[in-house]
């Protein structure tokens, strides 16, 4: 096929879904397993020049009215330690949506881009004004 020589982008969705029956209990075996697979996928990545989106569920902690920063990995607290680059999505009302940087070593952590997400497609946009207390 020709599709694949070209590829470049690998995406894992929801690999919570993967690794969470494996860390419950003492999840020892369960983070072990999750460093060797990240140790992979960067691996691939270098030899091969794919790009790898991982999606992780998160858990909110109620302590800030910023969903970005009020949020932590569902798969506990080694995850934040394996990505190259970590960023956050929050949903801001009905369309609007912002992407935070929460590790990079390349871009400023804490950096936000703010989207809008329609029927016409993705948009940049300004953040939300917050609402009076």
């Not at 599709?3 to 999840?27: M, Q």
Request: with cysteine; charged share 15%; aromatic share 6%.
């Amino acid at each position: 096929d020709k599709f694949f020589p070209n590829l470049r982008l690998v995406v894992v969705d929801a690999i919570g879904s993967i690794f969470a029956p494996a860390i419950g209990g003492n999840g020892l075996v369960g983070h072990a397993q999750m460093v060797a697979a990240t140790m992979l996928m960067q691996r691939i990545a270098t030899r091969h020049h794919v790009a790898f989106v991982v999606c992780n569920h998160t858990t909110g902690v109620g302590r800030s009215s910023d969903a970005a920063e009020d949020s932590s990995p569902a798969l506990g607290q080694s995850w934040p330690y394996l990505p190259c680059v970590s960023i956050a999505l929050a949903r801001h009302g009905e369309e609007v949506w912002s992407a935070t940087v929460r590790k990079s070593n390349k871009v400023d952590v804490g950096r936000s881009a703010y989207f809008k997400v329609s029927e016409r497609g993705v948009e940049n946009t300004t953040p939300v004004p917050a609402a009076p207390a």
